[in-house]
């Protein structure tokens, strides 16, 4: 099962968040750079950072060393990837609905009845809801349908993961995997930090590739 291939960038994270309903002052922005002044530059709060970055055969060697780093219990709200090129809605749906409390949903969010219906299921079963959810699915692809999403000539393929504060800890967020790994403590103050280490470990892993984008789920002032 595939879903039309989405162009991700803020305009389209910030259009879906819309069209299913999420409201407030919350809203996605790039993340030029990963250390320095462009990494001061995310504007603040920022409840959760998504990395792109191209699947390659030293990637999938390096998660399967962090197999036995999945975080056990239900402290986080993880679903895994069930339908191809749906990485983005999901990075979003856990950036989202790890940070349940700070958002703001209208009264008819399709993200929220998601969320809250299936508060209680594994992983897997959140997977097979998501697959049959209508209403995320049409988002999705009528979001996709905007862009000018191309594929690349080497067919390399591209995963998109969320980065997220739960409780004190960093957690990784990829549906490919068995759960959310667990990066150790972070504070609301140092976590956009905390997340673009992690990041860099990715960028250091892929000598010669560079490939890579992040952004940033932060509160903008509208003032």
């Given at each position: ?84 090129n ?24 399709a ?54 504060n ?21 504070t ?36």
């Amino acid at each position: 099962m595939e879903w039309t291939p989405m162009e991700i960038n803020p305009e389209m994270l910030n259009k879906m968040m819309d069209k299913l309903g999420v409201g407030g002052n919350w809203s996605f922005v790039d993340v030029l750079g990963l250390e320095g002044d462009q990494l001061s530059a995310v504007p603040k709060p920022c409840c959760a950072l998504m990395l792109l970055f191209p699947l390659t055969q030293q990637h999938e060697s390096f998660r399967q060393k962090q197999a036995d780093k999945v975080a056990a219990g239900s402290e986080v709200y993880f679903l895994k990837q069930s339908v191809g090129n749906s990485c983005g809605t999901i990075a979003l749906l856990h950036s989202v609905g790890n940070n349940k409390d700070k958002m703001t949903f209208n009264n008819s969010s399709a993200l929220k009845k998601f969320l809250d219906d299936t508060a209680d299921m594994s992983a897997e079963d959140r997977a097979k809801q998501f697959e049959n959810n209508q209403a995320i699915k049409e988002a999705h692809n009528d979001i996709a349908a905007e862009g000018r999403c191309v594929p690349e000539a080497d067919k390399v393929n591209f995963h998109f993961i969320a980065f997220v504060n739960v409780n004190g800890q960093l957690y990784e967020f990829d549906g490919r995997m068995d759960g959310a790994v667990n990066h150790g403590d972070t504070t609301d103050d140092t976590f956009v930090m905390d997340a673009a280490k992690v990041c860099l470990g990715f960028m250091k892993r892929e000598k010669d590739e560079v490939r890579f984008s992040a952004v940033a789920l932060s509160k903008l002032n509208t003032n």
